[in-house]
């Protein structure tokens, strides 16, 4: 539509001067063409001499229709600028003849100009609502396409655009459309650089609107969190990756933020569990910025995997843990030793009197007495050294072993604790079976850990309290089995596939560290065995120990008698090394019964004197002794007589001694307290 020409132009032609020039300096002035664009049209609308400039873009709204938004204008004083109607944003393009005509010829690139009274219908309306009397509207087109329009209203008077004007203009309405298309072709490469940015980062990143929506999903957050980019976008992130507990925060968050405070994980470095694909959760570590684009407020988060550092930090306060451990066992070992030196003194003399008493006793009761108190000696001596086997940590030793011997020791050891808690332990071991070749020290040490854990799940319990351990052989497949069953609640079905792992416990926090299944696993398998773990049917959990066997099972018998006493000449001359007078005074009358004669000397220094004044055939030394002890005398005797030196034999009560556990003192023979009478003639050389 046009206007005759008979309505004169406002703009006087010296105003249309350099307009062209100024618009190219304005453009050319700034990075961004919306940088410039107010300025170029508050210089339109004084050159021009008309109410309002505008510039309005033309895209497709929610419903897939046309739509337009004033994105800039400019209005004379006492007008309202288009831009604040919020009628103007996301206008849907009307339904109406003339209106629809008016797109089609913006789409062909032709300018509109006219007077509001020539209009009809909804359009004139709309013009007479605004006050506009004259009108010229010239499309922008960018890349060829209809991008949108720059418009000129005069609302004082009704006015016709000249040729020149229309010229003018519509130069400038090029020239905007090219710095909108050069801008877009930036844009396009800021795009790829972020895109590029986005693929290149090592942590995930993820982006969201003011409703929580995802807007951006990287291939590093796909990774973590096991998504797929395209099946996330639009997406509630509380639904994707926040665990179900935390959701409800993260929903008051943004209620917050929407009412204009300030969200209080913003700039901040924080860790959190997320959840992922599967279901599992990772911890992370998160840092959320605040980004505007354009009109929008959206929220960018930073996050990393941190499940490798939680491992290495856990592995690491492990291992500090495990020094500690052993730090406490090295010490705990020192004073076994000392204790266990102490306790087995006076064990070896009730002991060795006790079997004296026995073998001399001629009223049966009384032997039957001497023999229970002799057995009760010997168990208290087997529970020292048990304890010290245990706490000494050395390399597995392989040696022929008795699995019932094996199993009646770590039962002494469980015993008390099975009797305080009011709990039965019972042992039934199938007759003859078979020998081993394993290290006993690390079978009574698996056996323990399974019997202890069985004594402990019957706490609380109120039904039957009891721990049955079964010993049977399976000829078939050369394998012994050993079996440690609890009637307690049993193993939980959540922490069965896990109860081998390292530090899995399903105890309090405490009473348990979650290393004692593991390491008796470790120690099974070392020994060619299986550990397993089951619930038994009638309630309870039951632990079955296998392990293998060499040769027939059938050959062995169900208990070695003890070996006879060796027969050694008699009338020997022993020198006897002691700093308790009873153990000394024990081994003296040992050697005398067997026809020895014996002196005492009661340091190593008295001894070494002894030894300078007489000639002895052996000496029994203690190895522990204050002032001199006995690896002192060992060393002195043997500078002076290598031969008697290696006839020593070392007593000790303490598996740590020096040189003996390290095996610097070579050629000597050592035996353990307590002793027998046996083992003292069968030291004897």
């Not at 354009?294 to 291992?319: I, N």
Request: net charge negative; hydrophobic share 45%.
């Amino acid at each position: 539509m046009s206007i005759a020409g008979s309505h004169e132009s406002a703009a006087r032609p010296g105003d249309l001067a350099g307009v062209i020039a100024d618009v190219v300096r304005l453009l050319r002035g700034s990075r961004d063409w919306t940088g410039s664009i107010r300025d170029i049209l508050v210089l339109l609308g004084t050159r021009m001499a008309v109410s309002r400039v505008y510039v309005f873009e033309i895209h497709e709204i929610d419903d897939g229709r046309l739509g337009q938004t004033c994105r800039f204008d400019w209005a004379a004083p006492g007008l309202q600028p288009l831009a604040s109607d919020p009628r103007n944003v996301d206008e849907a393009f009307a339904v109406d003849p003339l209106f629809e005509d008016w797109t089609a010829r913006r789409r062909r690139g032709e300018t509109i100009h006219g007077l509001t009274r020539d209009l009809t219908g909804y359009l004139r309306a709309d013009f007479e609502h605004q006050r506009i009397r004259s009108f010229l509207s010239i499309p922008i087109m960018v890349n060829g396409a209809w991008w949108g329009h720059i418009g000129f209203d005069d609302c004082e008077r009704e006015r016709g655009w000249s040729a020149g004007e229309r010229s003018v203009l519509e130069s400038v309405a090029y020239l905007i459309g090219n710095a909108v298309e050069l801008s877009g072709s930036s844009l396009m490469m800021s795009e790829a650089s972020r895109q590029a940015m986005l693929r290149a980062a090592l942590d995930g990143i993820v982006v969201i609107d003011e409703d929580g929506r995802i807007i951006e999903f990287n291939p590093a957050a796909e990774a973590m969190f096991g998504h797929e980019r395209a099946l996330v976008i639009g997406q509630r992130l509380s639904d994707v990756i926040i665990p179900p507990a935390g959701r409800a925060g993260h929903e008051a968050g943004l209620d917050r933020y929407r009412a204009g405070g300030t969200p209080k994980m913003m700039g901040r470095r924080i860790e959190e569990e997320a959840i992922r694909a599967d279901g599992s959760t990772i911890p992370i570590e998160l840092t959320i910025t605040e980004i505007q684009v354009s009109r929008r407020r959206l929220f960018a988060a930073y996050v990393r995997d941190l499940t490798d550092r939680k491992a290495a930090e856990a592995e690491a306060a492990r291992q500090r843990n495990a020094l500690h451990q052993s730090e406490k066992m090295s010490a705990l070992g020192s004073l076994l030793a000392g204790i266990a030196h102490e306790l087995n003194n006076p064990l070896s003399v009730v002991v060795g009197r006790a079997i004296m008493l026995e073998e001399d006793a001629r009223d049966a009761g009384q032997r039957d007495q001497l023999r229970r108190l002799r057995e009760a000696a010997e168990r208290c001596a087997r529970i020292a050294q048990t304890f010290l086997k245990m706490a000494r940590q050395t390399p597995a030793v392989r040696r022929t072993v008795r699995i019932d011997e094996i199993i009646r020791s770590a039962g002494d050891l469980v015993a008390y604790a099975a009797r305080s808690g009011g709990v039965g332990l019972e042992l039934d071991l199938y007759p003859g079976l078979p020998e081993l070749d394993a290290d006993p020290d690390q079978l009574v040490q698996v056996l323990v850990n399974l019997m202890v854990n069985a004594v402990q799940a019957l706490e609380g319990s109120t039904g039957p309290r009891r721990v049955e351990v079964r010993a049977r052989t399976d000829v078939t497949a050369q394998r012994l089995v050993v079996e440690v069953a609890d009637t307690g609640p049993g193993i939980p079905a959540t922490a069965m596939p896990r109860i081998f792992e390292p530090f899995f416990t399903t105890k309090a926090v405490g009473a348990g560290t979650g290393v004692g299944l593991a390491v008796s696993l470790g120690m099974a398998q070392a020994h060619g065995g299986t550990l397993v773990a089951e619930n038994r049917p009638g309630g309870g959990a039951l632990f079955r120990l296998t392990l293998p066997f060499g040769g027939s099972a059938a050959g062995a018998a169900a208990a070695e008698p003890e070996a006879a006493e060796p027969v050694r000449a008699a009338g020997r001359r022993v020198l006897v090394v002691d700093d308790e007078p009873e153990v000394a005074a024990l081994i003296g009358d040992i050697l005398r019964r067997a026809g020895h004669r014996v002196e005492i000397a009661d340091t190593g220094a008295a001894a070494l004197a002894r030894t300078a004044s007489a000639a002895f055939d052996a000496v029994f030394c203690d190895l522990r002794m204050p002032g001199l002890d006995g690896r002192g005398f060992h060393a002195a005797l043997a500078a002076r007589d290598p031969v008697l030196a290696a006839r020593i034999v070392f007593v000790t009560g303490d598996h740590f001694g020096r040189g003996i556990a390290d095996g610097e003192i070579a050629g000597c023979r050592v035996i353990e307290k307590p002793f027998k009478a046996g083992d003292v003639l069968a030291a004897l050389t």
